[in-house]
């Protein structure tokens, strides 16, 4: 199985600060790295396919990066509404995996 | 516009089985595989496996393999997933998850379904 590391666990930032969320893959991964969000008691929602792709809808402050085993999620403008905890997943081979989860808390 | 709406939440008996249903509507149910996915509470997320509803083949996570089972109703749209021999461990909260047409990832999701293991 591919392990997803994901730093931090969690973090607290301000209004309009810029955010990095890193993923380290135990083998190398081409293309398909996802990223979801999921806001307490919901289910996750997908941000980013691809390493970069944004999903219809997402707002264009998110973005993704990276490649073969280090990926990252940006968040350009922190906002309110992006209290949540973001998820990296891998999908490239199954079984497909996930990192542990990045809460992002608002100071 | 899409949707999956799951079973209802459900407690049962440590050796019980629990099977959860997920409706779609509002797309081709036959032309995008179900994924289902399930979190502990304050856990993360993990990939139990995917069916293909046109053909009914199924993927099963291997540590799951032995204890789950999906399948589908095409008639009405909808997706199952049976898990065996229920221990503690088993309490989570349950998702379908509709994949992309590329199978790569998952682009709408189910409203998730506890599904509580205790004597």
């Known amino acids: 199985d591919i392990h997803m590391t994901q730093s931090p666990s969690s973090l607290s930032a301000s209004i309009g600060d810029r955010v990095t969320i890193t993923c380290r893959a135990s083998?190398?991964?081409?293309?398909?790295l996802n990223w979801y969000q999921q806001k307490p008691g919901k289910a996750p929602n997908l941000l980013i396919y691809?390493?970069?792709t944004l999903q219809n809808g997402v707002p264009s402050r998110f973005s993704g990066s990276g490649s073969g085993t280090d990926f990252t999620l940006t968040i350009s403008s922190l906002q309110t509404e992006d209290l949540a905890t973001y998820f990296c997943?891998?999908?490239?081979?199954?079984?497909?995996?996930f990192g542990q989860g990045t809460k992002v808390e608002i100071k | 516009q899409v949707q999956l709406v799951q079973s209802g939440a459900e407690v049962k008996k440590p050796g019980a089985s629990v099977k959860v249903s997920c409706k779609t509507s509002?797309?081709?149910?036959?032309?995008?595989?179900i994924h289902w996915f399930r979190q502990a509470p304050g856990q993360g997320l993990e990939w139990m496996g995917w069916?293909?509803?046109?053909?009914?083949?199924?993927t099963y996570a291997p540590n799951l393999r032995h204890w789950v089972t999906f399948t589908r109703d095409t008639s009405i749209n909808t997706a199952y997933m049976e898990l065996r021999s229920l221990k503690s461990d088993d309490t989570a909260l349950y998702f379908c998850?509709?994949?992309?047409?590329?199978?790569?990832?998952?682009?709408?999701w189910g409203q998730g379904t506890l599904v509580t293991v205790s004597s």
């Open positions: 691809d390493i970069y």
């Open positions: 069916v293909n509803p046109y053909s009914g083949a199924t």
């Open positions: 997943q891998q999908s490239s081979t199954t079984p497909w995996t």
């Open positions: 083998q190398t991964i081409p293309s398909h």
């Open positions: 509002g797309y081709a149910f036959s032309h995008h595989f």
């Open positions: 998850a509709r994949a992309s047409p590329s199978n790569w990832n998952c682009d709408h």
